[in-house]
């Protein structure tokens, strides 16, 4: 079975400056997918990022990068010029990858969370 | 719809009343997951649907639990005779769940805060 983990359970930045959220974790496959959600107090989690671990590339959406090391199982979020807004829980998640006729069975096994707080 | 809805936002009852929890999913979408979150232990996954089947139920706790959809789109979560371990945010989600890239997201809904009391 494949596990997530988040070893910050709370995680603090001044607004426009840079932060890190970590993430680890384990496996036997070879083919599958990461994620970064972020979950605001409204409860809708929202898909911040993804990575495919086939790609060596690391994934950038504007302001949110990783830092995917799949030799390490490590799958770091890097959050650069915070805004007030990116204040919430954010979670890890993992998924495994596409099987036989192109389906993609793809339950979420989620990290604990990180919540992040960002101060004006 | 635009997106995943669920309902009820907000469901308080009482222990060992039954409950039903309503995912509605985005149009189109064959795959439907039922997620728990709860401060003990995190968010975890209950039940996968394709169609109308669910070749995977693994995640249901107990047999108090069970789950159905219909007509390959609404999907309903039954509690039965609710305990207090119940309390939880309970999170639907739905996909298209063919091939690689976007096409396989899972989009959530708002989820369904329930208290048992």
């Known amino acids: 079975a494949q596990t997530v983990t988040q070893s910050q359970p709370e995680m603090s930045v001044q607004e426009a400056e840079t932060v890190t959220l970590s993430c680890t974790y384990d496996?036997?496959?070879?083919?599958?997918?990461l994620f970064w959600y972020k979950q605001p107090p409204s409860r809708q989690m929202i898909l911040v990022i993804r990575q495919e671990a086939y790609k060596q590339q690391n994934a950038t959406e504007n302001r949110f990068s990783v830092n995917f090391q799949k030799a390490a199982k490590s799958f770091s979020l890097k959050i650069s010029d915070s805004q007030l807004g990116d204040a919430a829980m954010y979670f890890c998640a993992y998924r495994s990858g596409v099987g036989a006729g192109g389906t993609s069975y793809g339950k979420l096994t989620f990290g604990q969370g990180t919540i992040l707080t960002v101060h004006p | 719809g635009a997106g995943v809805s669920q309902s009820p936002s907000n469901k308080v009852t009482e222990k060992g009343k039954d409950v039903e929890l309503r995912c509605d999913p985005i149009s189109g979408h064959t795959a439907l997951y039922w997620y728990r979150q709860s401060l003990g232990q995190g968010l975890e996954f209950l039940i996968y649907?394709?169609?109308?089947?669910?070749?995977?139920k693994s995640g249901l706790p107990s047999d108090r639990f069970s789950a159905e959809r219909t007509g390959g789109s609404v999907s309903t979560l039954t509690i039965q005779r609710t305990q207090q371990e119940d309390s939880a945010v309970y999170l639907c989600?739905?996909?298209?769940?063919?091939?690689?890239?976007?096409?396989?997201?899972?989009?959530f809904g708002p989820g369904t805060r329930l208290t048992v009391t």
């Open positions: 496996t036997s496959e070879s083919d599958y997918y």
């Open positions: 649907f394709q169609g109308n089947s669910a070749p995977d």
């Open positions: 989600a739905s996909s298209r769940n063919q091939g690689r890239g976007r096409r396989n997201e899972q989009y």
